[in-house]
């Protein structure tokens, strides 16, 4: 029987995989956790605070519901973001983990929302976007409400035109909706101060 032959190439597998893995593990602290442990020292911009419990619960939902798919929450120093309210800076996501600052704009820049929409528009436009904005590509979130015979004692009752409703039926709004709205009127950017010089 003839023995077989010894294994040519890296030789010493072990030490290979130990170097590749701590290049690897020293890029990871370098790019991730380095910057996250000085971000996270970062103090919280003029007039942003924690969310209160009903917000949180509505951003919850905002994730759960995809809405970071389609809307970033991240206003870039470009004249085109400008719609949108100021750049953001880096103390409006103190209280923001992990940052929902989304990656596509099928729908509009969402980081100073509350400033520009009122309760009403976002009920509307959760309901059914194209009430408001006949282009709209934005789904409904019709479930997020619930349509009745008539509003009871208590019920928020929104005013979808009547095209948008079923035939003898009220839209009020739900735990759901109204947290989901909370965290929208929530997202407000505060002005910044001006270097001085």
């Known amino acids: 029987m003839i ?19 701590s290049i690897f593990a020293l890029y990871a ?8 442990a000085i971000l996270s020292k970062t103090p919280p911009g003029p007039g942003v605070a924690p969310l209160d419990a009903e917000a949180q619960r509505g951003r919850a939902l905002y994730v759960s519901e995809g809405c970071a798919y389609c809307h970033t929450q991240q206003v ?15 103390g409006d996501f103190a209280y923001a983990t992990p940052e ?32 408001l904005v006949a282009a709209s590509v934005m789904p409904s979130y019709g479930w997020l409400f619930a349509t009745r015979d008539a509003a009871g004692p208590g019920d928020v009752t929104v005013p979808v035109p009547a095209e948008f409703v079923p035939k ?3 839209v009020v709004e739900t735990p759901d909706s109204r947290a989901l709205i909370a965290y929208l009127r929530q997202l407000k950017q505060a002005p910044l101060e001006k270097p001085r010089s």
């Not at 602290?29 to 910057?35: K, N």
């Not at 596509?104 to 976007?129: C, F, K």
Request: charged share 20%; glycine share 14%; hydrophobic share 40%.
């Open 3 to 21: 023995a077989p032959e010894p294994r040519k190439g890296l030789g010493n597998t072990g030490l290979f995989v130990a170097v590749i893995g």
């Open 29 to 36: 602290v370098g790019m991730a956790v380095i910057p996250g």
């Open 76 to 90: 870039r120093p470009l004249e085109q973001d400008r719609a949108f309210g100021r750049p953001s800076a880096p």
């Open 100 to 131: 929902l600052l989304g990656t596509e704009r099928t729908g509009p820049d969402l980081s100073n929302v509350g400033a520009r929409q009122s309760d009403v528009w976002e009920a509307i436009h959760l309901y059914q976007p194209r009430a």
């Open 168 to 170: 003898g039926k009220v």
